[in-house]
């Protein structure tokens, strides 16, 4: 099993081929359990104000390509303002 760090590094590489499970680990490991809405979207919320969330949805096994990016902006921003790191 891969590490998230490798994870996230296959990521930034190419935002179009990840597994929507590799995605929803990495949500799972930077912003916790999901909300569970009973739909077929994960919602995560984010730690800075404003109330800000990420949805991610499973595609036919497949994560879509616009939520990988606003996942990997999320990271970003939390490492910038965190001092978190991969």
């Known amino acids: 099993m891969p ?3 490798d994870i996230i590094a296959a990521m930034r590489a190419n935002q179009t081929n990840v597994r929507f499970a590799d995605l929803r680990r990495v949500c799972d490991h930077y912003f916790g359990p999901p909300r569970q809405g009973g739909g077929s979207h994960l919602v995560y919320r984010m730690p800075w104000i404003g109330d800000p969330r990420v ?5 036919r096994g497949r994560a879509k390509a616009y939520q990988v990016r ?3 902006k999320a ?9 978190l790191e991969e």
């Open 75 to 83: 990271i970003q921003r939390m490492e910038q303002d965190y001092g």
């Open 55 to 59: 949805n991610i949805q499973d595609d």
């Open 3 to 5: 590490s998230i760090h």
């Open 70 to 72: 606003q996942v990997l």
